[in-house]
């Protein structure tokens, strides 16, 4: 099963090293950061706002805890967010493709 894993970062240089892990460890077939994210969340019961960057990451549902290990060991946040969502449907060639990227 193919999913997309939504995780965000404290900045864009730290997504793009991660980013790169994950695309060199072939857990990733593809890695869009998107940068200066406003972030509204709770945190140790308290509000909090921060800019992050957002990383969308494809790939396939048997690569998500090494994956998971991978990005925490690269992480600066005691809890990141590392969320997954199943691909329902999708371009069946675009699909082929991150398959055989991460073989």
Same mark, same amino acid.
């Given at each position: 099963?193919?999913?997309?894993?939504?995780?965000?970062?404290?900045?864009?240089?730290?997504?793009?090293?991660?980013?790169?892990?994950?695309? %060199? @460890? !072939?857990?990733?077939?593809? +890695?869009?950061? =998107?940068?200066?994210?406003? *972030?509204?969340? $709770?945190? /140790?019961?308290? &509000?909090?706002?921060?800019?992050?960057?957002?990383?969308?990451?494809?790939?396939? %549902? @048997? !690569?998500?805890?090494?994956? +998971?290990?991978? =990005?925490?060991?690269?992480? *600066?946040?005691? $809890?990141? /967010?590392?969320? &997954?969502?199943?691909?329902?449907?999708?371009?069946?060639?675009?699909?082929?493709?991150?398959?055989?990227?991460?073989?």
């Amino acid at each position: 099963m193919h999913i997309i894993v939504f995780v965000t970062a404290g900045s864009k240089k730290e997504a793009g090293k991660i980013a790169a892990c994950l695309i %060199k @460890e !072939k857990l990733a077939a593809c +890695v869009n950061i =998107v940068d200066k994210l406003d *972030s509204l969340f $709770l945190w /140790e019961g308290k &509000a909090q706002r921060a800019k992050e960057a957002l990383l969308i990451i494809k790939t396939r %549902k @048997e !690569k998500f805890s090494r994956l +998971v290990k991978l =990005v925490k060991s690269r992480h *600066s946040y005691t $809890l990141p /967010e590392i969320i &997954a969502i199943p691909v329902l449907s999708g371009d069946k060639p675009y699909l082929r493709w991150i398959d055989a990227a991460l073989r």
